[in-house]
């Protein structure tokens, strides 16, 4: 049964796993990190559940999920000059686990955002709105942390969770600006940078006009 609650973790390279005592905590911490993700990921879909039920809309159009690799957990905290520990990574590392939450319009990003930290066990930690405040690139979504309480054979814990929300359009833009993330030294790419900005702008006043309509077809059913 314990074999069965690391599925899905993967191997963990040795020279990290080494750094780690006793042997096998690195792998349970990620398997913590799994289970975090599940709850809040579950908590999106009843909201969504319910408000299809109640009000006959689905605001959350996808859910995605992902844990970071062993590799990037430890390049992070050699940035940060962190000790490698699991204190460590409890503590300051705030985005191991991750969850992205595609939604239809704007307003549903900020609805659903405030539904689920209202829960009585969820704890926000912080918040980045990158809508009303893109990045200069023009990179726009709503960032939280949050903590979830997890419950083990043994123990309670409340594990941190990233939680990104962001409309198809913007979500769209992010995955193609990914692409460019580490080609920036390739000839021709500062074109291709700003046209990527251009793209977010029309994107923003496309998401703007996309809710207005929304609005418009919400009233004449009114």
Known sequence: MIQKSFQGVGEIPKDIEKLFSPRGQFREFLMMYQSAVKEVKTKFEILNDDLSVTYNRNPIEAIKSRIKTPESIISK???????????????YIEDVAGIRVICSFIDDIYEVANMLV???????????????????????????????????????????????????????WASLEHKMKYKKDIKGSDEIVKELKRCADNIAELDKRMQDINEGIQNLEK
């Open 118 to 172: 209202s829960q009585d066990d969820i704890k926000l930690l912080s918040v980045k709105d990158y809508i009303k405040n893109p990045k200069p690139n023009g990179y726009r979504s709503y960032h939280m942390i949050v903590e979830v309480p997890v419950f083990f054979a043994n123990h309670r814990q409340n594990m941190k969770v990233e939680v990104q929300l962001r409309t198809i359009a913007m979500d769209f």
């Open 77 to 91: 905290m050699q940035r940060k000059g962190l000790d490698i520990n699991m204190n460590s990574l409890m503590y």
